[in-house]
């Protein structure tokens, strides 16, 4: 589908110089000579390289079509993590390195999206929020004032987080998946 260069969004992915582009910032600009522009940084989803593209505000550029499916996380071994397609109960794996750093936050049957271009998995999309447990954390100070409230906790699957202080070693707690942060204890 072809969308015009001001259209073009963060996360967006486009087809570009015979590639899969993920679009890591944009910015429109208008000089004070001269036709409108977006300046785009993006990542190749293939060769891992990045490139700065300039965009004329009038030249229309490729967006990528994806699929999105449902699927249950099941395992993981040493390079990969193992999927079932919830409907046809067929089973994918997909490198770790693709996945990132996210692919810890990975339990048994959690529910995620797998985004597929041209049936090649692209990107693994999880729930909002994942329930986790605190391994270890230090202990809060007493009198400590509200506005250092946070102290740093390790998660049973190796994630460092920042917690309140009255969060203790193997409480229960919610992770936001899109930033890694705490949102509440469970």
């Known amino acids: 589908m072809k969308i015009n260069a001001g259209e073009i969004r ?3 992915l ?3 110089k015979n590639d899969l582009w993920q679009v890591l910032k944009t910015q429109h600009v208008k000089p004070g000579k001269g036709g409108a522009f977006a300046q785009v940084e993006m990542k190749s989803v293939n060769k891992n390289t990045k490139i700065n593209e300039r965009f004329r505000s009038s030249e229309n550029i490729e967006k990528a079509s994806l699929e999105d499916i449902s699927f249950n996380y099941l395992y993981s071994d040493e ?3 193992f999927f079932m397609d919830l ?3 067929e089973q994918i794996e997909i490198k770790k390195e693709n996945v990132g750093e996210k692919g810890k936050l990975l339990s048994e049957n959690l529910q ?3 985004s597929f271009h041209n049936d090649n998995p ?3 999309e999880l729930p909002n929020q994942v329930k986790c447990k605190i391994k270890s954390t230090d202990v809060s ?3 400590q004032t509200v506005s250092s409230s946070y102290k740093p906790a390790i998660l049973d699957n190796g994630l460092s987080v920042q917690v309140p202080p009255f969060i203790e070693d193997s409480d229960e ?3 936001d998946t899109r930033n890694l942060e705490y949102v509440k204890k469970v």
């Open 14 to 16: 486009l087809e570009y």
């Open 112 to 114: 995620v999206t797998i």
């Open 87 to 89: 409907k046809t109960f």
């Open 10 to 12: 963060v996360g967006m």
């Open 173 to 175: 707690i919610l992770i």
């Open 79 to 81: 390079n990969n993590y």
């Open 122 to 124: 692209i990107s693994v």
């Open 141 to 143: 100070l007493k009198g």
